[in-house]
C-alpha cells in the first residue's frame, strides 16, 4: 500500500533540500554542521521552514506547572529540553528550533549539485577487490552451529523411510552423523574502488585557532564529498612542524606546537605512508596539505618541491594544497608551489582568506573531478 | 488507505463490553467505529489530524516524520485518536495490549460524549471526514489548474494566519444590518416633537447643530471599514482582498478547518479532563479483571504524570472535575459555604447532597477551559494539587517557580488560556491612510509578539491584501507600528490616538 503521505513527506524533503541549498554558503561558513555529526546523518537547524504566525514572545509569558518545589527553584536552562512524560505537552518554556536530519550522502548530493562537482571516475576500479563470505550451499560436514536443521531432518526422515525404520504411529525421527547437513558458504571477491585521504596540517605556532577551525570545517566537507564517491576509504592524518607524526583525527585538530616549519618532514611522511600501505595502482590517494605558507628556509622549499615531483605526484590522484590566511604567516609557500607546478595536472592550490572563502575553496579543490 | 476492516471479535467484545457501562453511568456518545492501525499507518493519520484524506502539503509529511521518528526511538508512541465527527472514527494502535485498548476504549467514549454534548462544539461539521474530502479535491483541482508550487505556497501563506479568527462568533447574535429604508429617515435631523409654538424652546438652534453633529459622526462611523475592529481577519479578508477565485477557495478551507479545530484547543483541558474522569471510572469500578490493575495503573499513571515546567491537561482535568464532584457531593458550594470562615467548619462540611455526578454532566455541557477554570479553580484545589507559576528569570538565564500566590497562578492560567493562547489580533481599518492600507492592531495584554514571526507573517498579509500592511502592537513598552509594503519591512514609533 502505498501511502498517500509518502507524496507530502517527499514534498517536505524537497523543500528542505532546497532551503538547505540555498544556505549553504552559510552552514558551511558557520560550521554549525560540523558539530552536529552523528553516524550517518547531520542534523541541521532550519527556523525558516516554520510557518510564521503572529505569536507571543517566549520569554515574557512563563506558563502553570504543578508539583514540588520552593519559589525561586530552578525548572531547566534556556532552550534545554524539558523531560516530557508521557501525554499532551502543556506550556514549555522555551522553543525548539525546527532541526532535521539529512543523511551525509544526501548532503554530498547537495554539496555537489551547488557547486557542480563533477563525479570522480575512480581510477583502479575493479582490480581491487575485496572479500565477502556468502552462504550459498549444504554439505555434509560442519560446525553444529551452521547445522541446517530442516535438510538434516529431511535427509533423516529419508533415510528412516528408505529403511523402513520410520514408523506412521511413532513418527520420531533421529537424525545419525550422516543426515547431517551443513550451510557452507563461499568467499567471493567483491570488486571495488578503495581511496584514502592523507591530511596534513601545519601545527606550529603560526596557525591559530581560527585557522585550525577553518582547516577542521573544510576537512569535513572533503571527507562527506569524496566519502559518498568511494565506498571504501580511510583517512590519515598527519601534523607537523619542525618534525612530522601521525596522529589521530582528535589530536589532529587540537594539538598546538611552538616550533619552527619544515614542510618537506610532511610530506616525507605522507610519501613513506603513500608507499608502504598504498600501492598507486589499487588505491586512489588524495593527499591534503593546510597551512599558513610559512616554511623554514627556502632549501626545505626545494626539497618539497623535490618529494612532490618524484614521490607524491606520480601516485596520487590529486595533491591539494590549501593555504590559510594567518597574520603571521608569510604566505610564501602557494607561491613557490604555483610557480614550480603551473604546468602539473594534479596539483590543486587554494588560498582561504577566512570562514567565507571555505566553499570556494571546496571547490577549487574538488572541481577538477581527478 | 482502507477504513473499514471489520474489528478483530475479542476487541468488539470489548467495545460493547465498556459501551454498556459507559451509557449506564449516562455518558451518551455518537456511533463510535473503531480500527486497528499499525504504527505507520497511525502516524499518517495522526499528521493528518485524524482524518483519511487531506489536502495535498509538505507540512502533513513534516509532522509524519518528527511523529515517526520519535517513535522509532520510543520516546513517544500515540495510544490513541478519535475525531469529532458522527459516527465518530478512533483508532487504536495494533499491538498494544488489552489493558491498554480497554482504557483506550473508555477513553474514547468520554471524548465522543464530550464532542456530542459540550456547547462550543455544537457548530461543528459532524460530517467533517466529507468535508475534509471536499477541501482536499478542491485544492488538487487548483493545483492541476495553476501548478502545485503556487497553490502550495499560497497555502503557506493562508496558514500563517489561520489563527486570526474568532470562535466566539460563531454564538453570538449580531445586531441586523440597519435596513436602506431607515438610513434614508435619519438623513432628517432628529427633533423632539414638539407644538409649532414651543419649537424654538424646545428645539432650539445649538440642539439641532449637536443633533447634526451626532448624526454625521454616526454616518462617518458607518464608512469606517470595517465598521467595528474585526476579529475574524480571515472572514474580512474572504470578503475584501482581492483574491483570485482559487485563492478564495483556499482560504476559505484554510479558515474552514481551523474553525473546525478551534473547539478542540478552547476546551482540551476540560475534554481530556473528562475523558480520563470516565476511563477511570468505568475501569476501577467496572470493567477492570483483577489480573489488570498493575498494568492499568502503569499506563493510567502515566498519561497523569506531570513534570516541572509542563502543565498536564490530563491530570489538572480529572483533578478539578473530582474536586467539583467532591464538592457538590459535600454542598461546598453556594452563599454559606462561600461566607463561612472557619477553616474547621470548612473542613468537616458535608451536606451530603451527592449531586456531584449531576454537577460535572452540567459543566461538560456548559464549559470551556477559560469558565471551567475561572469559576471552578479555587484557592484549595490550588493549594491541594500544588500549582505554581513559572517564568523566565534574565538573570539566571533558567526558567524558575515565580509564585505559589493563588491569585497569581490562576491569573496566569487564565492569561495563557485566553484566545487559545494566541495574541488578539483585530482589523481596524482596511483603507488606512484613506491609501487601501490594511491596519491590524495586537490588543496587548502584557506579553509581546514575536518579532521575527511578527515579520515574516506580515509580509504573508501583504501576499494577500497586496497593498501595504501594518500593525499596531507595543514593543518593550513602546507603542510601534509594524509594516510591511512593496519597499519590505519596516517599523516605526506610533502615537496610539494617531491611529483612530
Known amino acids: 500500500m502505498s501511502q498517500k503521505i509518502d507524496l507530502d513527506q517527499r514534498r517536505f524533503r524537497k523543500i528542505i533540500r532546497g532551503k538547505i541549498k540555498d544556505n549553504l554558503r552559510k552552514y558551511i561558513s558557520n560550521g554549525e554542521m560540523v558539530a552536529r555529526k552523528g553516524k550517518d546523518t547531520v542534523s541541521i537547524p532550519l527556523p525558516s521552514v516554520d510557518i510564521p504566525r503572529f505569536k507571543h514572545g517566549g520569554k515574557q509569558q512563563g506558563g502553570v506547572g504543578q508539583g514540588d518545589g520552593e519559589v525561586g527553584d530552578s525548572l531547566g536552562q534556556d532552550g534545554e529540553e524539558q523531560p516530557g512524560g508521557p501525554g499532551e505537552a502543556g506550556d514549555k518554556p522555551g522553543e525548539h528550533a525546527l532541526e532535521v536530519d539529512v543523511s551525509l550522502e544526501e548532503l554530498a548530493e547537495i554539496l555537489g549539485e551547488e557547486l557542480s562537482l563533477p563525479r570522480i571516475e575512480p581510477k583502479g576500479s575493479e582490480k581491487i577487490t575485496s572479500h565477502k563470505d556468502r552462504y550459498t550451499g549444504i554439505r555434509t560436514t560442519g560446525p553444529e552451529s551452521l547445522k541446517h536443521f530442516r535438510r538434516t531432518y529431511k535427509e533423516a526422515l529419508k533415510r528412516q523411510v528408505a529403511t523402513g525404520t520410520y514408523s506412521k504411529k511413532n513418527p520420531i525421527v533421529i537424525p545419525i552423523k550422516d543426515d547431517k547437513r551443513f550451510r557452507s558458504w563461499k568467499t567471493e571477491p567483491l570488486p571495488q574502488s578503495s581511496a584514502v585521504i592523507i591530511y596534513m596540517m601545519d601545527v606550529s605556532g603560526s596557525m591559530g585557532d581560527e585557522q585550525k577551525e577553518i582547516v577542521r570545517i573544510e576537512s569535513f566537507w572533503l571527507d562527506t564529498w569524496l566519502r559518498s564517491q568511494y565506498k571504501g576509504i580511510e583517512s590519515r592524518y598527519i601534523i607537523h612542524d619542525a618534525m612530522a607524526r601521525e596522529v589521530d583525527r582528535d589530536t589532529f585538530f587540537s594539538t598546538r606546537e611552538s616550533g619552527g616549519t619544515m614542510i618537506s618532514s610532511a610530506y616525507k611522511l605522507c610519501s613513506k605512508i603513500m608507499e608502504d600501505e598504498y600501492p598507486s595502482d589499487e588505491y586512489n590517494i588524495y593527499p591534503f596539505h593546510f597551512s599558513d605558507g610559512d616554511n623554514w628556509s627556502v632549501d626545505d622549499t626545494v626539497t618539497c618541491v623535490d618529494i612532490l615531483n618524484n614521490q607524491i605526484l606520480p601516485n596520487s590522484n590529486q595533491f591539494s594544497y590549501g593555504q590559510v590566511e594567518s597574520p603571521y604567516g608569510s604566505g610564501q609557500f602557494i607561491k613557490d608551489l604555483q610557480e614550480h607546478f603551473a604546468e602539473a595536472e594534479n596539483l590543486v592550490t587554494s588560498e582561504i582568506k577566512g570562514k567565507d572563502a571555505i566553499m570556494d575553496s571546496i571547490k577549487d579543490f574538488l572541481g577538477q573531478g581527478k | ?500
Open chain 2, 1 to 500: 488507505m482502507s477504513l473499514h476492516k471489520p474489528l478483530p471479535v475479542h476487541l468488539q467484545d470489548m467495545q460493547q463490553e465498556i459501551e454498556v457501562h459507559a451509557r449506564d453511568y449516562g455518558l451518551d456518545f455518537f456511533p463510535i467505529l473503531y480500527e486497528v492501525l499499525d504504527y505507520k499507518t497511525m502516524n499518517e493519520v495522526a499528521a493528518y489530524g485524524g482524518f483519511p484524506t487531506r489536502y495535498p502539503h509538505w507540512r502533513f509529511g513534516m509532522d509524519y516524520e518528527r511523529l515517526s521518528k520519535s517513535y522509532e526511538y520510543g520516546m513517544s508512541k500515540i495510544y490513541e485518536m478519535v475525531i469529532n465527527t458522527n459516527p465518530s472514527y478512533a483508532y487504536l494502535l495494533e499491538g498494544n495490549s488489552l489493558v491498554d485498548q480497554k482504557l483506550v476504549m473508555a477513553h474514547v467514549c468520554g471524548h465522543v460524549d464530550f464532542f456530542k454534548n459540550n456547547y462550543y462544539f455544537s457548530k461543528t461539521n459532524r460530517k467533517m471526514i466529507d468535508g475534509m474530502a471536499n477541501h482536499a479535491s478542491t485544492v488538487r483541482r487548483h493545483m492541476r489548474a495553476h501548478g502545485q508550487s503556487v497553490v502550495e505556497d499560497f497555502i503557506d501563506v493562508c496558514l500563517s494566519i489561520e489563527n486570526l479568527i474568532d470562535p466566539m462568533s460563531l454564538f453570538i447574535a449580531r445586531k441586523a444590518k440597519a435596513g436602506s429604508g431607515e438610513a434614508e429617515e435619519t438623513q432628517e435631523t432628529p427633533r423632539i416633537p414638539a407644538k409649532g409654538y414651543m419649537e424654538e424652546y424646545i428645539n432650539p438652534p445649538e440642539f439641532l447643530e449637536a443633533q447634526r453633529k451626532k448624526l454625521a459622526e454616526e454616518q462617518q462611523k458607518q464608512e469606517k471599514f470595517p465598521v467595528e475592529p474585526q476579529r475574524d481577519v480571515l472572514k474580512f479578508l474572504l470578503e475584501a482582498a482581492p483574491l483570485a477565485d482559487w485563492e478564495r477557495d483556499c482560504l476559505e478551507v484554510i479558515r474552514n478547518e481551523a474553525y473546525y479545530y478551534a473547539p478542540q484547543a478552547m476546551t482540551k483541558i476540560m475534554n481530556e479532563g473528562w475523558a480520563t474522569y470516565w476511563h477511570s471510572k468505568i475501569l476501577t469500578s467496572k470493567a477492570l479483571k483483577g489480573s489488570e490493575v498493575v498494568d492499568y495503573a502503569d499506563a493510567c499513571a502515566g498519561v497523569l504524570a506531570t513534570a516541572p515546567g509542563r502543565l498536564n491537561p490530563y491530570k489538572l482535568g480529572v483533578e478539578l472535575l473530582r474536586h467539583i464532584e467532591m464538592r457538590w457531593d459535600k454542598g461546598q458550594f453556594g452563599q454559606e459555604w462561600e461566607e463561612c470562615d472557619s477553616m474547621a467548619v470548612k473542613a468537616s462540611w458535608d451536606r451530603r447532597l451527592g449531586l456531584g455526578r449531576e454537577k460535572i454532566f452540567e459543566v461538560r455541557k456548559l464549559y470551556n477551559d477559560i469558565t471551567f477554570i475561572d469559576e471552578y479553580f479555587t484557592l484549595d484545589f490550588c493549594i491541594e494539587q500544588k500549582f505554581y507559576s513559572f517564568g523566565y528569570n534574565e538573570r539566571a538565564s533558567s526558567w524558575e517557580i515565580m509564585s505559589r500566590d493563588f491569585e497569581k497562578v490562576k491569573k496566569q492560567l487564565l492569561d495563557s488560556l485566553t484566545n487559545r493562547g494566541q495574541p488578539v489580533i483585530r482589523v481596524i481599518n482596511g483603507n488606512f491612510k484613506n491609501t487601501g492600507e490594511l491596519l491590524l492592531r495586537h490588543d496587548h495584554e502584557g506579553v509581546d509578539l514575536d518579532m521575527n514571526h511578527a515579520k515574516d507573517t506580515l509580509e504573508n498579509l501583504f501576499k494577500v491584501w497586496k497593498r501595504p500592511v501594518s500593525i499596531h502592537t507595543i514593543v518593550d513598552e513602546k507603542d510601534k507600528l509594524l509594516r510591511h509594503g512593496s519597499d519590505g519591512y519596516s517599523e516605526k514609533a506610533v502615537n496610539a490616538a494617531d491611529l483612530g
